[in-house]
């Protein structure tokens, strides 16, 4: 198990400071080198991801959460500005290390409380009829994207394995290959690897909970999380676990990477609230990307990020403040 410091960083921006982080971006458009949103570090790595998807557009005009009208996140930002450890804590590592991963061959195991339990290859995940979603997605470190997704509902996926009565959890895990993985061989690792996640069962098969393949049409960057990642729009961006090799139901409440790290920073639901703050920072705004010293882009944060119509029912008579 890596020593762990007393406070854990999962801001990146801990470790390169946002607003150096922002200054140097700036610098570089400044100086011409760059278009408004685009970050020269990541350029340099190989592209991964961006094969064509067929799938079914969203639909403007839909009323279940599954489109938000509003202005979606450039590309160069939603792909280059990434939470992935196990390629670094820097915010532009992900970008330039993810390409290590290898994600064909893939498989995911599906196991626990399933009355049918299997795997999924790759041609079996990319088999599944495909649909975007244009999410809002909001990190807990109160920066937020929107991002169109394309994917399944993971509901799809569990009902494939025949959950049974005794499933009341899911719990996921990422991929951990410590060879294509450099942060995961890092001095400053503070994750007992694998990443690993979980929700309750209702969450799970909620219909906006979705397994993604693709990103703007394509299939997924490595850095975003290629070939198989869940979005949970409602919840704060660490609960959306990327490279996902194992699915299992449990009976019992799984326990979690972030959680086991800070139990009182980063709670089981983390369901994006303004009224709860981090220890360490407000929640009641967020910085939506394209972000700069400028023009922070700031607005404030909504309740389960704007999805309460859809999700605040499966949470009645909970406390969010302790059921963080
Ligand atoms: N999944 C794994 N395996 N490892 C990670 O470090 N970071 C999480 C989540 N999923 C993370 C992960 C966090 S903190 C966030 S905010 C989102 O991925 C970021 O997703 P994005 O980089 O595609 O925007």
Same mark, same amino acid.
């Given at each position: 198990?890596?020593?762990?410091?007393?406070?854990?960083?999962?801001?990146?921006?801990e470790?390169?400071?946002?607003?150096?982080?922002?200054?140097r971006?700036?610098?570089m458009?400044?100086?011409?080198?760059?278009?408004a949103?685009?970050?020269g570090?990541?350029?340099?790595?190989?592209?991964t991801?961006?094969?064509a998807?067929?799938?079914?557009?969203?639909?403007?005009?839909?009323?279940?959460?599954?489109h938000?009208?509003?202005?979606?996140?450039?590309?160069?930002?939603?792909?280059?500005?990434?939470?992935?450890y196990?390629?670094?804590t820097?915010?532009?590592?992900?970008a330039?290390?993810?390409?290590?991963?290898?994600?064909?061959?893939?498989?995911?195991?599906?196991?626990?409380?399933v009355?049918n339990?299997?795997?999924?290859?790759?041609?079996?995940?990319? !088999? &599944?009829? $495909?649909e975007?979603?244009?999410? +809002? @997605?909001?990190c807990?470190?109160?920066?937020?994207? *929107?991002?169109?997704w394309? !994917? &399944?509902p $993971?509901?799809?996926?569990?009902? +494939? @394995?025949?959950?049974?009565?005794?499933a009341?959890? *899911?719990?996921?895990?990422?991929?951990?290959?410590?060879?294509?993985?450099?942060?995961?061989r890092?001095?400053s690792?503070?994750?007992d690897?694998?990443?690993?996640?979980?929700?309750?069962?209702?969450?799970?098969?909620?219909?906006?909970?979705?397994m993604?393949?693709?990103?703007?049409?394509?299939?997924?960057?490595?850095?975003?999380?290629?070939?198989?990642?869940?979005?949970?729009?409602?919840?704060?961006?660490?609960?959306?676990?990327?490279?996902?090799?194992?699915?299992?139901?449990?009976?019992r409440q799984?326990?979690?990477?972030?959680?086991?790290?800070?139990p009182?920073?980063y709670?089981?639901?983390?369901n994006v609230?303004?009224?709860?703050?981090?220890?360490?920072?407000?929640?009641k705004?967020?910085?939506?990307?394209?972000?700069?010293?400028?023009?922070?882009?700031?607005?404030?944060?909504?309740?389960?990020?704007g999805?309460?119509?859809?999700?605040?029912?499966?949470y009645?008579?909970?406390?969010?403040?302790?059921d963080?």
């Open positions: 198990m890596p020593k762990r410091p007393s406070i854990p960083a999962i801001p990146g921006s470790i390169t400071p946002e607003h150096v982080w922002l200054n971006r700036q610098l458009a400044a100086a011409g080198g760059l278009a949103g685009g970050i570090t990541a350029l340099a790595a190989p592209e991801g961006g094969a998807l067929s799938f079914e557009a969203a639909k403007a005009s839909d009323q279940r959460g599954f938000t009208a509003e202005d979606k996140t450039p590309y160069e930002d939603a792909t280059s500005y990434c939470n992935f196990e390629f670094g820097d915010k532009s590592d992900p330039r290390h993810a390409h290590e991963m290898t994600v064909d061959p893939w498989r995911v195991e599906v196991s626990g409380e009355a339990p299997g795997h999924l290859n790759l041609e079996d995940i990319m !088999g &599944f009829d $495909l975007e979603r244009v999410y +809002r @997605f909001r807990v470190e109160a920066w937020s994207m *929107v991002v169109p394309i !994917g &399944f $993971l509901s799809t996926l569990l009902a +494939r @394995f025949e959950p049974t009565s005794k009341r959890y *899911v719990a996921f895990r990422t991929l951990y290959r410590k060879e294509e993985m450099r942060g995961t890092s001095f690792s503070i994750i690897w694998p990443y690993r996640e979980g929700l309750r069962m209702d969450e799970a098969m909620h219909p906006l909970t979705l993604s393949v693709g990103m703007y049409g394509k299939t997924l960057p490595n850095q975003n999380g290629a070939p198989l990642r869940l979005v949970v729009p409602w919840k704060y961006g660490f609960k959306s676990i990327k490279s996902i090799v194992s699915i299992e139901l449990t009976e799984p326990q979690t990477s972030w959680q086991e790290l800070a009182h920073e709670g089981f639901y983390a609230n303004p009224e709860v703050d981090h220890p360490r920072w407000s929640q705004y967020e910085r939506r990307l394209p972000s700069t010293v400028f023009n922070p882009n700031r607005r404030k944060t909504k309740l389960f990020n999805y309460s119509d859809q999700v605040a029912s499966l009645t008579g909970m406390d969010l403040g302790k963080y």
